[in-house]
T-cell receptor, first 111, second 118 residues
Framework: DAKTTQPPSMDCAEGRAANLPCNHS???????VYWYRQIHSQGPQYIIH???NNETNEMASLIITEDRKSSTLILPHATLRDTAVYYC????????????FGRGTSLIVHP | GAVVSQHPSWVICKSGTSVKIECRSL??????MFWYRQFPKQSLMLMAT?????????EQGVEKDKFLINHASLTLSTLTVTSAHPEDSSFYIC??????????????FGPGTRLTVT
C-alpha cells in the first residue's frame, strides 16, 4: 500500500471548517483514500473514502486532487467533539486488505 | 453501520495472571478479525489477523504463545494475554470485517479495552 504523509497536529476554532491534508504521492490506480478518526480512548471510526471523485457524507467531505497525489478531509463546521486523531490511509478495496495506521493528525478544536 | 463490541472496556490485573478480552460483531458475521495494540500517544499497531475457524496470523515481534487468539465463531474472537506483565499494559482494539463482497472493504472497530497490569 502507498504511504501517506499528514501533519502531526492542527487546530481550528469551533464552528469553522477544518481542512486536514494528506499526501499520497505514490498512490496506485486501484487504491482508495480512506479516512478514520480516533477520539481519545475510543476505537477508530470510519469517516469517508473515495477513489478519484470528491465525496461527501453526513460527517465530512473528501477532496481528491486530479492527479490523486493528495487529498483533503473537510469538516465543514467543526465542533469540540471533533477533537481527535485523524488517519488517512491509502488502500486497495477488497477482502485481502490488512489495515495499518500511520501517526495521523491530531486535530484540536478550540472554543 | 455495523457494530463491534468489546468486553471488558477496562481491566486491571496482577502481574503473572491471564486476562481474556472478547470482541463481538453484533449485527454481522465477521469472517476476519484484527487485533491491535495502542500505547499512549502512539498509533495502532496490528498484532494479529484471525479468520474464523483457522489459526491466527501474528505480526512480526508479537509472541503467539503470549497473546492467544481464538476465533471460533463468526461473531466472536477472543484475545488472551497470558502471564501478563506491566509492559503489556495498553489499549487493545479489535476490528472486524464482514465476509460479504459488497462490504468486505469496511473495517468496523470495537471501542477498545484498557488493560492495566500492576
Amino acid at each position: 500500500d502507498a504511504k501517506t504523509t499528514q501533519p502531526p497536529s492542527m487546530d481550528c476554532a469551533e464552528g469553522r471548517a477544518a481542512n486536514l491534508p494528506c499526501n499520497h504521492s505514490t498512490i496506485s490506480g486501484n487504491e482508495y483514500v480512506y479516512w478514520y478518526r480516533q477520539i481519545h480512548s475510543q476505537g477508530p471510526q470510519y469517516i469517508i473514502h473515495g477513489l478519484k471523485n470528491n465525496e461527501t457524507n453526513e460527517m465530512a467531505s473528501l477532496i481528491i486532487t486530479e492527479d490523486r497525489k493528495s487529498s483533503t478531509l473537510i469538516l465543514p463546521h467543526a465542533t469540540l467533539r471533533d477533537t481527535a486523531v485523524y488517519y488517512c490511509i491509502v488502500r486497495v478495496s477488497g477482502g485481502s486488505y490488512i489495515p495499518t495506521f500511520g501517526r495521523g493528525t491530531s486535530l484540536i478544536v478550540h472554543p | 453501520g455495523a457494530v463491534v463490541s468489546q468486553h471488558p472496556s477496562w481491566v486491571i490485573c496482577k502481574s503473572g495472571t491471564s486476562v481474556k478480552i472478547e470482541c463481538r460483531s453484533l449485527d454481522f458475521q465477521a469472517t476476519t478479525m484484527f487485533w491491535y495494540r495502542q500505547f499512549p500517544k502512539q498509533s495502532l499497531m496490528l498484532m494479529a489477523t484471525s479468520n474464523e475457524g483457522s489459526k491466527a496470523t501474528y505480526e512480526q515481534g508479537v509472541e503467539k504463545d503470549k497473546f492467544l487468539i481464538n476465533h471460533a465463531s463468526l461473531t466472536l474472537s477472543t484475545l488472551t494475554v497470558t502471564s501478563a506483565h506491566p509492559e503489556d499494559s495498553s489499549f487493545y482494539i479489535c476490528s472486524a470485517r464482514s465476509g460479504l463482497a459488497l462490504t468486505s472493504y469496511e473495517q468496523y472497530f470495537g471501542p477498545g479495552t484498557r488493560l492495566t497490569v500492576t
